[in-house]
């Protein structure tokens, strides 16, 4: 399968632990981003990489969250401090060029539910 | 703002029968992308049409359509032939200049149901 892969699919985490997602992209594919969805809404944009360079932040994206591609290769996206309230579902993609007719390739995504 | 509105959280369809999941978007850019995906109960978003602000046809894709209608900042999904399989839910986006096209900005999704 050469399609985005995200690991873990399933996370259940007491509040206040960290944890960590795993992301490999499709391995041509310079563009790496990361989405978060909440039940009953569509994704919403946390940030993007360029290689691995990370261009763009979003606020969303609170001190709490970091996300890394060492190599430019696999990301990894980092709670740290869990909350009740980062229960949710945690998209990759990626893409190979960037314009108004990108598609973004997604992975199955880590549904992560802080208890 | 820039935002994509999907005005049905839910839709139910016979199999067989056509159905229309509506899109409204809200832009002041004059290019930008149009975008539909498929989420099944799997959680992966599946790719399924593509329409660029500047053309001038519809987009088509085997049994998906889009109605794109500029003035309206309307971009509507047409399902034809509805199969039971095509039961999941249905998410527009959009690509803007901003931040070179490099953000999705997603509605809220339409969850359809396709009957036997």
């Known amino acids: 399968d050469t399609g985005v892969s995200q690991n873990p699919r399933h996370k259940i985490t007491k509040r206040g632990q960290n944890v960590t997602f795993r992301c490999d992209p499709i391995?041509?594919?310079?563009?790496l981003y990361w989405y978060r969805q909440t039940l009953g809404q569509g994704p919403e944009f946390l940030t993007y990489f360029q290689n691995e360079a990370q261009l763009e932040k979003s606020r969303l994206l609170s001190d709490r969250f970091s996300a890394e591609r060492p190599k430019g290769s696999f990301s990894t996206l980092e709670i740290q401090r869990t909350e009740q309230g980062d229960s949710a579902m945690y998209l990759c993609?990626?893409?190979?060029?960037?314009?108004?007719?990108?598609?973004?390739?997604f992975g199955q995504g880590t549904r992560l539910t802080v208890v | 703002a820039q935002k994509i509105t999907q005005t049905q959280p839910g839709m139910f369809v016979q199999e067989k029968e056509a159905v229309t999941l509506d899109c409204t978007y809200d832009?002041?850019?004059?290019?930008?992308?149009l975008f539909w995906y498929k989420q099944p109960s799997s959680g992966e978003m599946i790719f399924l049409i593509y329409?660029?602000?500047?053309?001038?046809q519809n987009a088509t894709e085997g049994r998906y359509s889009l109605n794109f209608q500029k003035a309206r900042k309307s971009a509507n999904l047409v399902i034809s032939a509805s199969q039971l399989g095509d039961s999941a839910m249905y998410f527009c986006a959009m690509r803007r200049p901003s931040g070179g096209y490099n953000k999705l900005i997603f509605g809220a999704g339409t969850r359809l149901a396709v009957h036997p």
């Open positions: 391995s041509e594919h310079n563009r």
């Open positions: 329409q660029g602000s500047y053309d001038e």
């Open positions: 993609a990626s893409s190979l060029a960037s314009g108004p007719n990108t598609e973004a390739f």
């Open positions: 832009t002041s850019d004059q290019s930008y992308g």
